[in-house]
């Protein structure tokens, strides 16, 4: 079976950090995607992680461990734009998703 | 743009209306995929393609039909829908290298039809 949870919503100020947690259990794994969907738009790729560790994008980062199935989007110096649905996606041929996590950036 | 393009962006239907959707990528990718989203709820995955050939489907209603033509281009055809099918239906495409493993780049996402069955 496929499980993936991450939190529904998350609330963070402006210019702070803020990490998005990801759990997974899958019956099989090659790798593991996150995704950004502003509201009424399609996902738009942010990351992709395979290995263990952590992969830095400018502002945002992702880390993996795969022994713990976990991985965790972080979000530096956080914009207003940054507001949005972010989601976990486990590669297992196909794609599956967990239900996102919804970021409001507050002034 | 992702270079993913799906239509209608926008589509009201009756129950007993026949409808379908479409996809078409240039990307050169090799897999294709239909998700229904739902308000609050995660993507669904309901079909997908590899090299044209449908792989995967989870039990999806046959009130939904999928076509594959060719690497280019996913339909996904809509007849006696319900209202909760109101959603919306997202396609995507990736690359998908052989082997065993066969790993998968990213995907990229058209913009959605947004489906409303009243």
């Known amino acids: 079976g496929q499980n993936i949870d991450q939190p529904t919503e998350m609330t963070a100020t402006e210019g702070a950090i803020v990490q998005i947690n990801c759990t997974y259990q899958t019956s099989g794994f090659n790798g593991l995607f996150w995704y950004q969907q502003h509201a009424g738009e399609a996902p738009t790729f942010l990351s992709y992680n395979v290995l263990d560790g952590l992969e830095e994008k400018g502002r945002f980062s992702s880390f993996l461990s795969r022994s713990k199935g976990y991985s965790y989007l972080l979000l530096k110096e956080l914009q207003m734009k940054d507001s949005a649905s972010y989601l976990c996606g486990v590669a297992n041929t196909p794609l599956v998703f967990g239900k996102g996590t919804r970021l409001s950036v507050i002034a | 743009e992702t270079g993913v393009t799906q239509t209608p962006r926008h589509l009201v239907m009756g129950m007993t209306n026949k409808k379908s959707l479409k996809c078409e990528q240039h990307?050169?990718?090799?897999?294709m995929y239909w998700y229904k989203q739902s308000a609050k709820k995660p993507l669904e995955l309901m079909f997908v393609?590899?090299?044209?050939?449908?792989?995967e489907n989870n039990s999806v209603p046959s009130r939904f039909s999928p076509e594959c033509p060719n690497s280019s281009h996913l339909f996904l055809h809509l007849h006696t829908l319900q209202p909760e099918d109101s959603a919306l239906y997202l396609c995507?495409?990736?690359?998908?290298?052989?082997?065993?493993?066969?790993?998968?780049?990213?995907?990229?996402f058209g913009q959605g039809t947004r489906l409303t069955v009243v």
């Open positions: 995507a495409s990736s690359l998908e290298r052989g082997g065993p493993e066969r790993l998968n780049t990213e995907a990229f």
């Open positions: 990307l050169g990718h090799n897999a």
């Open positions: 393609y590899s090299l044209e050939e449908r792989v």
